[in-house]
């Protein structure tokens, strides 16, 4: 057979690499934040997570999507959802490294920057089955409200070992957590939630409901148990609901349809109703909203996390191909345009990258005054500025490879999968003009203006354009705190504590550049405008992932 064509100026794909080794933002970013972080966990975590037969497992486990199972073949219902094996290898791993229940009870002096390093890995990998993750980091610490619970279960929170069973929690070396919130008449706005909540006695656990009602959103419907929002008495109230009850029954809880989501395809997301389920009191009655938004704080961490690791697996994929492909002569990488493209996205992976570590170490030092304000206010920031920029940012990297990188391929074309995650973050756990709001709640707590001041100080004289955004901030804050102007009043914090976090980590080809764009006042929003002067050569050298 005569050949028509032969394969030639492709590029290798981005494979068997070091995550952690090549991530010199990150490395750099855990030095400042946490410099006595063993970081040898990571390293052994990079390698793995890099690996060609790793990510096999990550687009099996996106092409081969959760199946919901409401009955056996005799008509019993079971409420089973089935996942393809490469989901319960993920789990495992995910679970292995630590990155759900562990801060809670671990021995590392930084444990949540620690879990936050491994968690961005993760996502670089594989960012859906990280749902049940997050979810039981942000549940364990919950259950102290109720001790006889926690006593029982949160050990097994935090075990290593990943267990899919549906089983009594007593026969399981390791168990997850997920959440029940949302309504479908209300949404973000719980209050308007109708499930109701009755009493039924109380026994071991302590006081024991019957919870009937549905929730809208209720993802990862296969964890052993759920935090969930009810109707009680005293008004709406926390419980804890398990699959599986003590004596071994399974509890009311039934699963109505899987959800047919744009991205987050590994991940089953569930639509249920519960029927007399049994659930006991987590806390006070009628206190169920502030518990709710503590769990929040960190599951909102963990959307900006998981898009600061999606900006950073876009990128490498970006440059991998940019250093390979050839277009009029040399390669794209070579070409002015190209250059800036990817220097600029470099910029923004690696402040998103500076942020959200920055964040973490607020959460490892609660006791300090300053980190419980930095926490309180640069948890809605980078959630809502980072989350943002995710969707343009992977527009742009998947632009990089042109028709390739729009190309699905069976799971394999992993920019659009991509793609199709990063409106994700931005939603889930409260969208963008919630994260306004809770700005501005924050910063009615404690003295926030001079919080930002100290947090900026660092950085000041290191570029002018930072210095004038520093010092216009405190009027901004004064001026912007209104419903109105609260998403601008977000950018300009975000942009001006990601602007000092590299003029104090990153070298100042990357810092200058950022300053330069960001806050010159010029700035479009657009990727690919940074100046002719930039120093395109070392901003990208930097970000590349090999």
């Known amino acids: ?82 996942f393809h094996p490469s989901y319960h290898l993920l789990m495992a791993a995910a679970v292995g490294a630590g990155l759900h229940g562990t801060p809670w009870t671990g021995t590392s002096a930084s444990p949540h920057v620690l879990r936050a390093a491994g968690f961005m890995l993760f996502t670089e990998l594989e960012p859906s089955i990280l749902c049940p993750v997050s979810m039981t980091y942000a ?17 097994k929170l935090g075990s290593l070992w990943y267990d899919p069973a549906l089983a009594s929690f007593k026969d399981k070396a390791g168990v997850t957590m997920g959440m029940g919130m949302t309504e479908k008449q209300g949404g973000s706005d719980v209050r308007a939630n109708t499930t109701r909540a009755v009493r039924d006695g109380s026994d071991a656990w302590g006081e024991r409901y019957a919870i009937t009602g549905h929730k809208w959103f209720f993802s990862a419907p296969m964890c052993d148990a759920f935090l969930v929002l009810a109707q009680a008495p005293a008004g709406l109230s926390c419980f804890f609901l398990p699959r599986v009850l003590p004596d071994g029954t399974r509890n009311a809880m039934h ?83 190209m250059k800036n493209v990817l220097a600029d996205l470099a910029l923004e992976s690696e402040a998103s990258t500076a942020l959200v570590i920055r964040l973490a170490r607020a959460f490892d030092r609660q006791a300090d005054e300053h980190e419980r304000l930095m926490a ?73 203006v001079a919080a930002l001041a100290k947090e900026l100080a660092p950085a000041r004289g290191q570029h002018a354009a930072l210095d004038r955004l520093a010092d216009a901030l405190p009027a901004r804050i004064e001026a912007m705190a209104s419903e109105a102007e609260a998403r601008r009043l977000a950018q300009d914090v975000a942009l001006a504590v990601q602007a000092s976090l590299l ?20 700035w479009g929003n657009v990727f690919g405008t940074l100046g002719a002067g930039t120093d395109f050569d070392s901003i990208i050298e930097r970000a590349q992932p090999r």
């Open 376 to 448: 309180r206010l640069l948890t809605p920031v980078a959630k809502f500025w980072i989350c943002k920029r995710g969707s343009h940012f992977a527009q742009e990297a998947m632009e990089c490879l042109g028709g390739n990188g729009y190309v699905e391929e069976g799971g394999e074309g992993i920019m659009a999968r991509i793609y199709r995650e990063m409106p994700l973050n931005s939603i889930w756990e409260g969208a963008g003009n919630i994260m306004a709001l809770d700005l501005l709640r924050g910063l009615r707590k404690g003295d926030a």
């Open 1 to 82: 057979m005569e050949t028509t064509h032969e394969v030639f100026n492709q590029p290798e794909p981005l494979v068997d690499y070091n995550l952690f080794e090549t991530n010199r933002p990150l490395r750099d970013a855990l030095k400042f934040n946490a410099p006595q972080l063993h970081v040898a966990q990571l390293q052994e975590l990079g390698v793995t997570l890099g690996s060609a037969e790793m990510q096999a497992h990550a687009r099996l486990a996106n092409t081969h999507t959760p199946e919901l199972r409401t009955h056996d073949r005799f008509g019993r219902r079971i409420d089973e959802v089935e």
């Open 139 to 155: 549940a364990t610490p919950a259950l102290r409200s109720n001790a006889a619970v926690y006593a029982d279960w949160g050990p």
């Open 255 to 337: 699963i109505q349809r899987l959800k047919d989501k744009l991205g987050n395809k590994a991940n089953a997301s569930s639509e249920v109703e519960f029927h007399g389920a049994s659930a006991w009191l987590v806390g006070e009655e009628g206190r169920g909203i502030p518990q709710i938004l503590e769990m929040g704080t960190m599951t909102r961490l963990d959307c900006a996390l998981g898009t600061s690791g999606l900006m950073r697996q876009a990128l490498g994929i970006a440059l991998n191909h940019a250093s390979q492909r050839k277009a009029f002569g040399k390669p794209l990488i070579e070409q002015p345009l």
């Open 503 to 522: 003029a104090q980590t990153a070298p100042p080809a990357v810092a200058d550049a950022f300053c330069a764009s960001r806050l010159g006042g010029d």
